[in-house]
């Protein structure tokens, strides 16, 4: 029905960037909010930040001045702009979209991507 599919993430230095890009594919209608997530070893998956169709967004305080979300709805893609990264920043990083599908336009449901790791280490 509908595939996410996660890109760009590597090894960086601290300090380094990276920009991550997710795109969604298949028998969409529509996208809601897109977010980004990631799971460290041994830790609970956390909200890093999304973004609603409209353009708002939000942001974990951990990531706040350093990662910018944003995404292209003609392109079904949400996109992480990573900067100032640290060695706690590595991760898996997942995107998830809540979506409309053509199937059904009267329910909405997420969809998840497969991730991408992320490692920040010098």
């Known amino acids: 029905q509908v595939q996410l599919v996660e890109s760009g993430g590597g090894l960086v230095q601290p300090g380094g960037s990276l920009r991550l890009s997710c795109a969604a594919s298949g028998s969409i209608f529509s996208i809601n909010t897109m977010n980004w997530y990631r799971q460290a070893p041994g830790k609970q998956r956390e909200l890093v930040a999304d973004i609603t169709s409209g353009g708002s967004t939000n942001y974990a305080d951990s990531v706040k001045g350093r990662f910018t979300i944003s995404r292209d709805n003609a392109k079904n893609t949400v996109y992480l702009q990573m900067n100032s990264l640290k060695p706690e920043d590595t991760a898996v990083y997942y995107c998830?979209?809540?979506?409309?599908?053509?199937?059904?336009?009267?329910?909405?449901?997420?969809?998840w991507g497969q991730g991408t790791q992320v490692t920040v280490s010098s």
């Open positions: 998830k979209a809540l979506v409309t599908t053509t199937m059904n336009t009267r329910f909405m449901r997420n969809y």
